[in-house]
């Protein structure tokens, strides 16, 4: 990052402290006839405001805020089934310190809290674990974050971000915890019907979907029995166009001055198109059969269907780097250059993935209050499955080619001679890939009222966990060469090239007929016979046991509470192992592990109630995550070839968790009854971080060959717990309401990381950084409502992030900042009209490779993406 980058950021940190200070103290005494009674109201009554509208729903949210014990924060639906964004992870980026990543498909699916990565942050429905599968190839590398696209923000009430622990409330983030609430039936209105009827259109395809949702809300007269029933069906038709640099940069001496310098492995152009549609259904009983026993049975059922295809096209640089001529070298990378015709420059790349999965959760939660204690009986089951079926080729043809990555713009020129029969068959795949999950629990939980001046309540309770996560991989080759000899040849299935790449652009990117490449694969023998791949298969099975005791306290302008959680994990990896060159399943063998650790996780909230308008709150903790699943398979491959030695891959299940101790600082003013100042301090101090690191290990290795065995040395690239490190930011917090229908929503998010340096980066002079931490995060909304009318802009922006290392190097996503529109009118009391656009000014998204010391380089891009802008049109009726 340069040093304009900083002093700009710099300035636009002290602006934006002067800016919301200034207005918020000019501005608050003109509000005097807007203010609550705050000595008269109390949380219950908050808990029975009628949310309706925009402000409305800003209001309810931060009195949830400010009356918690803890540092939370929250989004509420306006109205019942209209939310205010139209995913969860969108809705969360509105809150401080939350970031969120998208999907190859540009909508937003993971978050991260504080600068910590999406893994390191747990979700919760309603207090319980959900458990997800995919229907992408992403599946491969597993997370344990939150499928956030299988739960549409119309069947959400409200949206809680828990950034300190509570004993209570389940183990397992660094960074926060989501807590997803849906409604309950006995509060809300009876006979209540609400219908969504919208059309998306996606820019960049060109083509516009359905996206339609209901909720129903019944109760009877008694009102001691009730049920709701919610639904949702989107269709999503994605494209993102890209320019991009592939297979990383490689080192070579290019100009024969004795010193490597760093080039692009392949440079090229890239599509991603992808169909999609959605099917989630929720249904809630509620029975209230006595004034102090309340039984609730939560139901989601979710099924997603999903057909994507992606294709790339380039010159291949990485094996032709020592014929480059008229080489450009800017601060060590090979930034351009021409390279004469070769048989292999020419790559063309298509891969097309079709899969579903399905997710079911069903919970049941009794709980019964007496004058003084309350039992509360938690248990359920979840399960997610999915499935894909993965098509891959890539072809090569005889071309010269001329390459820039100058002004972080990827551009490559192939001969222009070129057609689709020039490109011969070199390697084709059909990977079925399955993965599915599992969980079982159950909890108990024990409430007993103090009646002393200090101490109001004692709350403990346990827990236990059955979780299960495996996935398989079953690979098939197919032949380079048809039944007669000849070579394959991609003017089987491509003609012509796209026409509208990037907005309009022509580019040397075939058109590829995926329809008839699968009735191909379909009628063609494998020249391999179907095998399990190693590397992606693996059965794990988890069995949490969990404890608490917590204690409420309320004295004077002090509450709070304190408490501690014990936790027992065991962990039962089972997976593959394989040593040699040969698929012959002699070679290969089953492997398990089992393992267990414990925690002891202490935890303090404390808020100060200064004055009526004003709240300090203190907050201190140990925390856990557990790491990735898999990262704790069982799997160990390897092979050795004369060129390369022996390398291989291995799991770890010997793994521990990630650890921290974290510590929260905050002042929150609520100078009216919709608006806030508030400053927050974080600062996390991180035990151990875990990272794919390469170590040397002994193996026993068949040759293929011979069959003979013998004992080698092999580079095992695995992932290990690593050195700690320290997170440490600060978070403004400025909401208000400003009268004439207009307000404001405005938060900065600074997050500082540093992580402890290994011995080998100290050596080479390089960084170490925390992945998915992004230094500045601004998020700013301006609304208008009045007299049925609403309309809001929000900005939203990351500065750069580390995702990843390969080959040696770190590769980064860029700053991103993008608008949002929205627009309602309320017809009449029952019907709604609503546009939205999303990325309005259409921004693209960048990434990039690091230099020598690991920060990230603009010499040396990775891709540029374009997902396009995207609208809404639709109708709400309620009944």
Request: with cysteine; net charge negative.
């Amino acid at each position: 990052m340069n040093n304009k980058f900083h002093t700009i950021t710099a300035q636009f940190k002290k602006s934006l402290l002067a800016t919301l200070v200034i207005s918020a103290s000019s501005t608050a005494f003109a509000n005097d006839a807007e203010q609550l009674d705050k000595e008269n109201l109390t949380k219950e009554d908050i808990e029975r405001i009628e949310v309706k509208g925009y402000a409305a729903s800003v209001e309810k949210s931060l009195n949830m805020k400010r009356f918690a014990n803890s540092v939370v924060d929250a989004v509420s639906a306006e109205d019942i089934g209209k939310f205010p964004d139209q995913t969860v992870a969108d809705a969360l980026q509105r809150i401080p310190g939350v970031q969120v990543e998208k999907d190859l498909g540009g909508e937003s699916d993971r978050v991260s809290i504080r600068g910590t990565a999406p893994h390191l942050n747990i979700t919760l429905l309603n207090g319980q674990s959900v458990a997800s599968a995919t229907a992408s190839a992403s599946i491969t590398r597993p997370s344990r974050g939150f499928n956030y696209s299988l739960l549409p923000a119309e069947l959400v009430d409200t949206l809680e971000v828990f950034k300190s622990a509570e004993a209570d409330v389940d183990e397992g983030s660094i960074g926060g915890t989501v807590v997803v609430r849906t409604r309950k039936p006995l509060d809300s209105e009876s006979n209540y019907a609400a219908l969504s009827v919208k059309a998306f259109h996606f820019e960049n395809a060109d083509e516009t979907k359905p996206y339609i949702s209901g909720l129903y809300s019944w109760k009877n007269e008694a009102e001691d029995f009730g049920f709701n029933v919610g639904f949702v069906r989107k269709e999503l038709a994605t494209q993102r166009d890209s320019k991009e640099v592939r297979f990383g940069y490689r080192s070579t001496d290019a100009n024969g001055d004795g010193n490597n310098e760093y080039y692009p492995g392949a440079v090229g152009y890239n599509r991603y198109a992808s169909d999609s549609d959605l099917n989630t259904v929720t249904a809630t009983l509620q029975y209230a059969p006595a004034a102090n026993l309340d039984i609730v049975f939560n139901n989601l059922y979710s099924k997603s269907e999903h057909e994507s295809y992606g294709t790339y096209s380039s010159g291949f640089i990485l094996q032709n780097i020592g014929n480059i001529e008229q080489a450009d070298i800017v601060d060590g990378t090979v930034v351009a250059g021409t390279l004469p015709a070769h048989n292999n420059l020419g790559y063309y790349g298509n891969a097309g993935y079709q899969g579903e999965f399905k997710t079911q959760a069903h919970d049941i939660k009794v709980t019964y209050a007496k004058d003084n204690y309350t039992l509360t009986t938690q248990f359920g089951y979840s399960k997610a499955e999915g499935a894909v079926s993965d098509v891959y080729s890539e072809y090569y043809a005889n071309t010269d080619a001329s390459y820039s990555i100058e002004n972080g713009m990827p551009e490559v020129v192939l001969s222009d001679s070129l057609t689709p029969a020039d490109y011969r068959l070199d390697y084709n795949h059909k990977n079925d890939i399955a993965n599915d999950s599992d969980e079982k629990y159950v909890q108990f939980d024990f409430e007993y009222r103090l009646d002393n001046d200090y101490f109001t309540a004692i709350k403990t309770g346990v827990k236990y966990r059955e979780h299960s996560k495996a996935a398989n991989l079953i690979k098939a080759n197919y032949p380079k060469k048809g039944a007669d000899g000849s070579t394959n040849n991609l003017g089987q299935f491509a003609t012509t090239t796209v026409n509208d790449f990037m907005g309009g652009e022509n580019a040397i990117l075939w058109q590829f007929d995926n329809a008839a490449y699968s009735n191909w694969i379909a009628s063609t023998e494998p020249s391999t016979a179907p095998y399990e791949h190693l590397d992606y298969t693996y059965d794990l099975q988890e069995t949490i046991t969990a404890g608490y005791v917590k204690a409420l306290f309320s004295f004077s302008d002090i509450r709070g509470n304190l408490g501690v959680r014990a936790v027992k994990t065991d962990v039962d990896s089972q997976s593959l192992q394989y040593t040699g060159r040969s698929f012959d399943p002699q070679n290969i063998e089953e492997v398990g592990f089992s393992t267990s650790y414990d925690d002891f996780l202490p935890s303090l909230n404390i808020a100060y109630d200064y004055s009526d308008e004003i709240i300090l709150r203190f907050a201190a903790a140990k925390v856990m995550s557990r790491p990735d699943y898999d990262f704790l398979s069982a799997r160990k491959s390897g092979y050795c070839t004369a060129a390369t030695g022996c390398k291989g891959n291995e799991g770890n299940p010997d793994l521990k968790p990630y650890r921290a101790s974290q510590y929260d600082l905050s002042a929150e003013w609520y100078f009216n009854e919709s608006s806030i100042l508030s400053l927050a301090y974080f600062y996390k101090d991180i035990d151990s971080y875990i990272t794919n690191s390469t170590v040397d290990k002994e193996w026993m290795w068949t040759d293929p060959d011979t069959g003979a065995e013998e004992l080698r040395t092999f580079l095992i690239t695995q992932p290990l717990n690593g050195l700690g490190g320290e997170n440490s930011g600060f978070e403004v917090n400025y909401t208000q309401k400003l009268g004439y229908g207009f307000g404001i929503q405005t938060n900065y998010t600074y997050s500082d990381a540093e992580l402890e340096q290994t011995a080998e980066q100290v050596a080479a002079g390089e960084e170490a950084v925390l992945p998915n931490n992004s230094e500045d995060t601004f998020n700013a909304t301006v609304y208008y409502e009045n007299m049925g009318f609403s309309a809001r802009v929000s900005y939203t922006y990351r500065s750069e992030y580390f995702y990843t290392t390969y080959l040696g190097l770190n590769q980064y996503i860029d700053d991103f900042g993008q608008y949002d529109l929205n627009l309602s009118y309320n017809v009449t009391d029952n019907l709604n009209v609503v546009f939205q656009a999303i990325n309005l000014t259409d921004e693209d998204q960048r990434s990039m490779s690091s230099n020598s010391t690991g920060m990230s380089d603009s010499n040396r891009p990775l891709a540029i993406h374009n997902y396009g802008r995207r609208f809404l049109l639709g109708a709400q009726y309620k009944f």
